[in-house]
């Protein structure tokens, strides 16, 4: 069936087209050049224990312990990069820099000393020194630190000192140890199946999030989404994206404040430089080193939010060997996922064009920018990259030129969908005044079908059968079931929810799991209580759900396996997570698990949490984190 208003189908709009193609073939060769690093020397890493007990705090009974995992990284026999897993009194854990003054790890010796930067509130910095004999790949002697615990009216003094001996493992020791099983991945946002969810466990896993073991704590430090500079100490923001991981690799793109025009005053940000290059990296999965780092210089924009929703979802995604990546311009880089070498780039049209423009005056005038919200990412099908074009409609590159294959009227509704071995894409429109889903073929934008639906469609409910919309009411939303095959959409069943639908939501196989808000909006104190819901989309009905106390629209899912892991808060720079079977949404462990790093947010999409392999890794405030969920010996 044909999709009238298509962009390609007259000789007027093959000539905008051609117009168009010129135009980002033109910017594509003439912005500056690109800053590639790649760090180099050999990679060296320990770990060893301290511990000791605390003297007499006078807040606990009981002299507690402290105990901290620490982990060294050498490039060439220099420390680069240090941290502590730290559990402590008060029940207090975290994990901690360390920052190296004279750490070195020679033939025959390690010996240096380290300072640690405690949270305010807690233990104030102390040093860690250590003099440890080499030998063998192995190392032994002991360790002195020492810090002041803080009471009323001063601080006690603590000295710990042990004797520790354990192992210097090579990157490559690392990996034959850590590394992802091949094949997998979380490639883009929304994850392999493009409903925030992967189906493969990978390995037998923890029943409790609160066996989750840390990993690693990347080399190098990245900027902060959401929260960066309220609850991070000032650390700069740099963007919504969410990390990727494909072929053993991580990768994350962020805007880098840069330039010498500096605003006058912004009450949203401390760091008031007007522009920005876009930079993206690249980290080992198995440890967290640095592989590559390629930053474009002046090519992005360090943005000011006027309100609580302005930075983007700008995460990119990978394909056969590519990444592809969007800078905070809305210019699309395409780089080779090994060696982070430029192989193209280009840009989404008008919209990266009127920013530009708005960017250059901003310059001018030392002015920050607050672009309008546009939570848009990057997807890939059929090796095809694509996303909304922020003018209505969609736009697709070719993968080896960077090029525009095609622009078709659509919605910001960009969802991967998978059919009969080949991939689609599904997005929405408006057709004579009704809404239609519509299936396109990402090598040509051709319309496989369009079909007309009621409400508009949940983001992320795409299943191999099914899709689901949404239709808000007076007391009770309605959603719709959609079966979908390669002729079109039919409704199957109708479901008048509990409530109200809020958050975000994942789909794994033929499931699709939602929140409900069920409370009294007139009563602040109930207004929040509904539920987590399972539908099973075959059967068109309710089949699960639990209660929460908190249900609201900064609520997000992730289906790993046969778990259904669910966000409390993806706003304000916390990550607390809880996990249920994913059947019979039954609790498993404690609520609300915090991770030990700091943690980082967006605000009107989740960052996503990549599981590959019985792995999940964060995005951080200061770094991505890994951490181990496999049930181990």
């Known amino acids: 069936m044909s999709l009238p208003g298509r962009s390609t189908r007259s000789a007027a709009a093959r000539a905008v087209r051609c117009c168009l193609v010129m135009c980002i073939a033109s910017v594509a060769t003439g912005v500056g050049a690109q800053e590639l690093t790649t760090p180099g020397g050999t990679y060296?890493?320990?770990?060893?224990?301290?511990?000791?007990?605390?003297?007499?705090?006078g807040q606990v009974a009981s002299q507690p312990g402290m105990e901290g995992e620490v982990h060294l990284a050498f490039r060439d026999g220099r420390c680069g990069?240090?941290?502590?897993?730290?559990?402590?009194?008060?029940?207090?854990?975290?994990?901690?820099?360390?920052?190296?003054?004279s750490l070195e790890l020679t033939g025959d010796r390690l010996r240096g000393s380290l300072r640690a930067d405690f949270p305010v509130g807690r233990p104030s910095p102390g040093t860690l020194a250590v003099d440890l004999a080499v030998k063998d790949g192995g190392f032994s002697g002991e360790y002195h630190w020492g810090f002041k615990y803080p009471i009323i009216g001063g601080s006690i003094a603590n000295e710990f000192v042990g004797h520790v001996e354990g192992t210097i493992r090579s990157a490559e020791d690392i990996r034959r140890m850590n590394a992802l099983a091949a094949g997998k991945a979380w490639p883009s946002w929304p994850g392999p199946t493009a409903g925030m969810s992967a189906p493969d466990p990978g390995a037998e896993l923890v029943d409790s999030l609160w066996e989750a073991r840390p990993v690693w704590v990347s080399e190098t430090e990245i900027l902060a989404g959401r929260g960066g500079e309220k609850e991070g100490g000032g650390h700069p923001y740099g963007g919504y994206a969410s990390p990727i991981v494909a072929d053993g690799k991580v990768f994350l793109n962020q805007w880098a404040p840069s330039g010498n025009a500096v605003a006058d005053r912004s009450n949203k940000t401390t760091d008031?430089?007007?522009?920005?290059?876009?930079?993206?990296?690249?980290?080992?999965?198995?440890?967290?080193?640095?592989?590559?780092?390629?930053?474009?210089?002046?090519?992005?924009?360090?943005?000011?939010?006027?309100?609580?929703?302005?930075?983007w979802n700008n995460t990119g995604c990978w394909d056969n060997g590519k990444v592809y990546m969007l800078g905070f311009t809305w210019r699309v880089y395409c780089l080779d996922a090994e060696t982070g070498r430029l192989i193209w780039r280009?840009?989404?049209?008008?919209?990266?064009?009127e920013l530009e423009r708005a960017k250059a005056e901003a310059l001018k005038s030392r002015t920050m920018l607050s672009p309008p919200d546009t939570n848009k990412f990057l997807a890939v099908a059929q090796g095809v990259p694509l996303m909304y074009n922020l003018e209505g409609g969609i736009i697709a590159f070719d993968p080896e030129t960077g090029q525009p294959l095609w622009t078709v009227p659509g919605s910001p509704v960009v969802s991967r969908w998978q059919n009969g071995g080949k991939a689609y894409i599904i997005?929405?429109?408006?057709?004579?005044?009704?809404?239609?889903?519509?299936?396109?073929?990402p090598e040509t934008g051709e319309p496989l079908w369009t079909s007309p639906i009621e409400g508009a469609i949940v983001p992320l409910s795409i299943t191999p059968d099914y899709l689901a919309t949404h239709t808000a009411a007076e007391?009770?939303?309605?959603?719709?079931?959609?079966?979908?095959?390669?002729?079109?959409?039919?409704?199957?069943?109708?479901?008048?929810?509990?409530?109200?639908?809020?958050?975000?939501?994942?789909?794994?196989?033929?499931?699709?799991?939602?929140?409900?808000?069920?409370?009294n909006q007139d009563h602040q104190a109930t207004r929040d209580r509904g539920v987590i819901a399972r539908i099973d989309l075959q059967a068109g009905r309710i089949a699960a759900s639990t209660a929460w106390s908190r249900v609201t629209w900064s609520n997000a899912m992730f289906a790993w396996a046969d778990r259904l892991v669910f966000l409390d808060d993806m706003a304000h720079a916390t990550s607390p997570l809880n996990m249920y079977?994913?059947?019979?949404?039954?609790?498993?462990?404690?609520?609300?698990?915090?991770?030990?790093?700091?943690?980082?947010?967006?605000?009107?999409?989740?960052?996503?949490?990549?599981?590959?392999?019985?792995?999940?890794?964060?995005?951080?405030?200061?770094r991505i984190v890994c951490y181990d969920l496999r049930a181990g010996p």
């Open 346 to 353: 280009s840009h989404i049209g008008p919209a990266h064009e």
């Open 81 to 101: 990069h240090a941290y502590m897993v730290l559990r402590g009194p008060l029940e207090y854990h975290g994990i901690l820099e360390l920052i190296p003054d």
């Open 475 to 519: 007391k009770k939303d309605v959603l719709r079931i959609y079966r979908i095959d390669r002729t079109g959409a039919s409704e199957q069943a109708t479901i008048a929810l509990p409530g109200s639908l809020v958050g975000w939501q994942c789909a794994l196989g033929n499931d699709l799991f939602i929140t409900v808000r069920t409370g």
């Open 272 to 311: 008031r430089r007007v522009d920005a290059d876009d930079v993206v990296f690249c980290f080992d999965a198995a440890t967290g080193q640095l592989l590559w780092k390629q930053v474009f210089p002046a090519a992005g924009l360090n943005q000011a939010s006027a309100n609580k929703h302005v930075y």
């Open 581 to 622: 079977s994913a059947d019979r949404l039954e609790p498993m462990g404690p609520p609300l698990w915090r991770q030990l790093h700091l943690a980082t947010s967006a605000y009107d999409a989740p960052m996503a949490i990549p599981y590959v392999d019985g792995r999940l890794f964060f995005r951080g405030m200061k």
């Open 427 to 441: 997005t929405e429109r408006r057709v004579e005044g009704r809404d239609h889903a519509l299936c396109l073929v």
């Open 44 to 57: 060296r890493h320990c770990t060893f224990h301290v511990s000791g007990t605390v003297e007499d705090i």
